[in-house]
């Protein structure tokens, strides 16, 4: 059974960055880990991708800066082919963000995904 805190929300699952905003990065290594652990096969080729995301977003990327829109002005900037298995790891990556509660505690308010 899930542990809910005083307010009757689930506990917090993303790590709290004190102080400065969640990167890109971070949230890419956690999904990652996770990845790893469930299909480890795909990690490496994920690693690729989401390396390739940042670079296009500008390294060091905060994860807002990382929305639909400029996923998809990603995937336009790869090679035909590789594509559809981008837009699948998009698709991945962004519902593990919103399960994790990454986006939630990025944003200054609580904006819908």
Known sequence: ???????GLPPVKAPW???RPALLEHAAADYLNELARQRPWTRARAEDLLDSLEAHLG????LLAYTRLTG???LRTLPEQERTEAADL??????YL???GWLDHARPVNQPD
């Open 72 to 74: 998809e002005a990603w």
């Open 90 to 95: 998009l698709s991945d990556f962004r519902a």
């Open 1 to 7: 059974m899930a542990r809910v805190t005083a307010a």
């Open 98 to 100: 919103r399960d994790w």
């Open 59 to 62: 390294e060091p990327a905060p």
């Open 17 to 19: 960055i004190v102080g």
